[in-house]
């Protein structure tokens, strides 16, 4: 493809999406021309007057070289889908974006990819869950996919980084202006040798709420499965979910307490005909793949338990409880099982979900 800062220019454009824009680049063969083109010629196109209008306005003072070189300044590169090395698995999906602008950068061992997604408003559970699954993915050689929103895309990122993996995230906005403002560290850290920030829209364009439904379908794009951990009903991951069955990907739910309205996502997914999991082997064996895990420092950390802290490993075996209900079920004093607790938290056994809870790592 010649001619690309006629390309972004004409992608700047509101309303010229991912379909009207192949539409006009298989028609006129070539960006540049589509720059020059008369506006009877995108109307036959069947592109909206207010979108032939807006175009023709910006035309007016948006110099195409000045704009493509304002991006490359900004340390923001992008990808076309006539490159090479855009993702096999994105170009495959019916809406590819025509390009994608992105910081850092993907590997070939991306193209090995699960989406996590779930709610904004992640509950204890909701984050123990996500960071196991994440954690266990890494492990076994998995890029993570979210969409850096609060809560669980937040936690999905943060778990893989922790895990030493890579995790691709994929905006709502533009690239210059990251939201929510508080994962801009985060977006830093993963640009930073640890993955890829993805946008699909102009650098300076906002994060409006009508963009992340079309952001989905980016996010189970580039994944080979998606995993819901943690969504009410009306969930926005839900519909990542529904976009991935739609492009033939496995799609996984993470069982909740019942009395959870933020287990009814899973829930509703699982009644549709998504795979209850609860351990990573449930995925490995949808995907039909094998386990392969160094139980070293399992073996090393379970060898040196102490006899209380193998009653409160047995205690937590299957559910999260408060460090009152431990002692209860023990009959051990509260500052023994707290200190106790402090002690296996550190060594990576129980993990502390906050106001008292604890889980089984």
């Known amino acids: 493809m010649k001619n690309i800062p006629y390309l972004l220019a004409l992608h700047s454009i509101d309303g010229l999406g991912p379909i009207r824009l192949k539409r006009a680049l298989d028609y006129f063969g070539d960006p540049k021309i589509a720059w020059q083109a008369e506006r009877k010629e995108f109307l036959g196109l069947g592109i909206p007057e207010k979108v032939v209008a807006l175009f023709l306005e910006t035309r ?19 990808m076309t889908i006539f490159d090479e090395d855009y993702p096999k698995s994105l170009k495959e999906i019916y809406d590819s974006p025509v390009l994608f602008y992105y910081k850092g950068g993907i590997l ?22 996500t960071e196991k699954f994440t954690r266990e993915l890494v492990e076994m050689g998995f890029t993570i996919v979210s969409g850096l929103a609060r809560g669980v895309d937040t936690q999905a990122h943060k778990s893989a980084l922790d895990a030493k993996g890579r995790t691709l995230a994929v905006l709502g906005g533009g690239l210059n202006s990251i939201f929510p403002p508080e994962n801009t ?4 850290l993963i640009t930073n040798g640890h993955g890829m920030l993805i946008s699909e829209y102009p650098p300076d364009y906002p994060s409006l709420a009508g963009n992340f439904p079309s952001r989905n379908r980016i996010i189970s794009g580039l994944s080979s499965a ?6 009410a009903q009306d969930s926005g991951s839900l519909i990542t979910a529904r976009l991935a069955a739609e492009q033939g990907k496995d799609v996984f739910a993470v069982p909740g307490p019942i009395t959870s309205d933020l287990s009814k996502g899973p829930a509703q997914l699982i009644q549709q005909g998504a795979k209850l999991i609860t351990c990573v082997e449930d995925i490995l064996e949808e995907l039909g793949m094998e386990k392969v ?13 102490s006899a209380i802290e193998k009653d409160i490993l047995n205690c937590l075996e299957n559910e999260q409880k408060h460090v009152d209900e431990i002692v209860r079920e023990l009959q051990k004093s509260s500052p023994e099982i707290s200190g106790a607790l402090i002690k296996m938290e550190i060594a990576g056994l129980v993990k502390n979900l906050g106001g008292g809870s604890y889980i089984r790592c």
């Open 60 to 78: 007016k003072k948006l110099d195409p070289v000045v704009y493509s070189d304002l991006i490359q300044k900004s340390g923001i590169k992008w």
């Open 108 to 129: 070939p061992a991306d193209r090995r990819a699960i989406g996590v997604v779930g709610t904004r408003k992640m509950t204890g559970y909701g984050r123990a869950v």
């Open 185 to 188: 560290l985060l977006s830093e």
């Open 226 to 231: 998606v995993l819901v951990t943690e969504a």
């Open 293 to 305: 895990q160094n139980e070293k420092l399992k073996v090393q950390n379970y060898g040196n338990l």
